[in-house]
């Protein structure tokens, strides 16, 4: 051997030496490496090359995008974002990351939950809570509250914001309880969809966290944003939006999901900047407006 030349040693984590476990073709009978056999599996089912349980690799300081955003996506030969397999590992991912959540808003009541979930609209949880405690001391009772006109309810929800509305919204419910329901919030969406400023997310929040009954999806501003991000929509309506996710997501999860994504959007899903680098979906999502991505990322997926 010529002097300088060394030869080939085995690598010391003995990866080269390592057999891959071979798959039979589908088509050919021939057996195909172990990686390729897997890669073409999970092209089937819609889950990413590198898709795993683990925890995406934090982004190095300034750098950012690494994937190709491609267009026209959705036709990708063999992409299909709403299979079967790649929700359920959503699903399991959510499960691992939120697996006790319930609802935010302060309540010990189907009524509570009914006025803080109105109150909630273009509010935050937070304010939401620090006015409710001395709202439901003062007006203990769904007769307390029908007993108001909307300018005495007022003052009390003003720092929710839009409270004229809500008041009007909040005094006309209790109205309607009282005299059509004998003071009890129905347990039934129809009945609920009669009540002055409830729409379906309302009645889904009080169905769902109250009565336990899945008879549609919440979809608020998170639900909206990230199921658009995870491809399981393509749809902005949030009465579209809900109807997509009725369709892809197992009616036993409809509760469960819409609190683990309202977490999620506001743990690390956020709408400006969503903490990428640390989703444990990271791979498993091609929003266009990631922050930090190992996957490709697909025009129109986002929030
Ligand atoms: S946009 Fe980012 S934070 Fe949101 S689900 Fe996708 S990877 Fe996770």
């Known amino acids: 051997m010529p002097r300088g030349v060394v030869p080939r040693q085995p690598a010391r984590t003995g990866r080269q030496d390592r057999v891959a476990r071979a798959l039979p073709s589908a088509s050919s009978g021939r057996a195909l490496p172990a990686k390729t056999a897997e890669r073409r599996k999970n092209a089937a089912h819609g889950i990413s090359r590198g898709s795993s349980t683990r925890q995406s690799k934090p982004a190095p300081k300034g750098r950012k995008k690494t994937a190709a955003v491609v267009k026209a996506s959705r036709g990708a030969r063999g992409y299909n974002p709403i299979a079967p397999e790649r929700v359920a590992e959503i699903l399991k991912r959510l499960d691992q990351l939120y697996p006790d959540v319930t609802c935010a808003l302060t309540h010990s009541s189907a009524w509570e939950l009914l006025v803080a979930t109105i109150l909630s609209a273009q509010s935050t949880d937070v304010n939401v809570n620090r006015v409710t405690p001395e709202l439901f001391r003062k007006y203990p009772t769904v007769e307390a509250f029908a ?31 009282v005299s059509d329901f004998g003071g009890q919030v129905p347990d039934d969406m129809e009945k609920l969809l009669t009540l002055p400023g409830v729409a379906r997310k309302t009645a889904n929040v009080v169905l769902g966290s109250w009565f336990r009954k899945a008879e549609g999806v919440v979809v608020d501003t998170h639900v909206q944003r990230i199921s658009r991000r995870l491809e399981l929509t393509t749809e902005s309506d949030p009465q579209k939006i809900e109807q997509d996710l009725m369709r892809v997501i197992p009616r036993d999860k409809w509760i469960l999901f819409a609190h683990q994504i309202i977490w999620h959007g506001r743990k690390l899903c956020l709408a400006r900047k969503p903490k990428c680098a640390d989703c444990p979906l990271g791979n498993l999502c091609h929003a266009e407006d990631k922050t930090w991505s190992t996957v490709e990322m697909h025009k129109g997926a986002k929030g």
């Not at 914001?161 to 008041?167: A, E, Q």
């Open 147 to 177: 007993a108001l006109t909307p300018e005495q309810l007022e003052p009390d929800v003003r720092s929710t914001g839009f409270f004229r509305n809500k008041s009007k919204s909040v005094v006309g419910a209790a109205k309607k309880i």
